[in-house]
């Protein structure tokens, strides 16, 4: 038997790291979007086996200011294209620039600096990742996974799907069935 799980990385996190900070005792608040203000001085030990326990879960801890603004922008985006019904009809980079207290500009030039490429490259990734997701774990149609995700056409979709993976949509979900009734076929 197969079955497919949805998960949510923002929650899974904060559940890991609530877990472990309460174990070490350490006395703590969360902030939004992976910030954490400690309530007291933590000592070096303790700070120690939590940067041990994060390496375990693959979480890695951010000092950079630079870095971390960066990391805001790539949750943010994420956050965005995963509830894009929320955000209908609201640019990008105001949808940014609102949520982060920065203008684009400075946003925009602080994430190429950091990852050599562009917001608009991040957010078509995560985007076609959605779609992607979508098409594995639902039924919606291209023309609802395009609306959905606020493209402006099927075609839109199709053009930046098939420049990001290098095959169409429709070619990727002949694949997923292919490997569904492969699956089924050795049960």
């Given at each position: ?27 703590y608040r969360m902030l939004n979007f992976g910030e954490i203000e400690f309530l007291e001085d933590v000592p070096a030990d303790k700070m120690e086996a939590f940067d041990t326990i ?26 965005m294209v995963m509830n894009a019904d929320d955000t209908m009809n609201v640019k990008s980079s105001v949808y940014l620039s609102e949520k982060l207290g920065h203008s684009y500009g ?82």
């Amino acid at each position: 038997m197969k079955i497919f799980i949805k998960f949510d990385f923002t929650r899974i996190c904060t559940k890991v790291i609530d877990e472990k900070l309460v174990a070490l005792n350490i006395k703590y608040r969360m902030l939004n979007f992976g910030e954490i203000e400690f309530l007291e001085d933590v000592p070096a030990d303790k700070m120690e086996a939590f940067d041990t326990i994060l390496e375990d879960y693959g979480i890695e801890k951010i000092e950079n200011q630079k870095v971390i603004l960066v990391q805001k922008i790539k949750d943010t985006i994420i956050d965005m294209v995963m509830n894009a019904d929320d955000t209908m009809n609201v640019k990008s980079s105001v949808y940014l620039s609102e949520k982060l207290g920065h203008s684009y500009g400075y946003l925009a030039n602080v994430f190429s600096e950091v990852t050599y490429t562009s917001i608009e490259n991040f957010i078509i990734l995560q985007r076609i990742e959605h779609a992607k997701s979508l098409m594995i774990n639902t039924e919606l149609s291209l023309t609802e996974i395009a609306f959905r995700l606020q493209y402006s056409s099927v075609a839109h979709l199709s053009t930046q799907f098939k420049n990001t993976t290098g095959i169409t949509p429709t070619t990727f979900q002949r694949i997923i069935a292919k490997r569904r009734e492969l699956n089924t076929n050795k049960s």
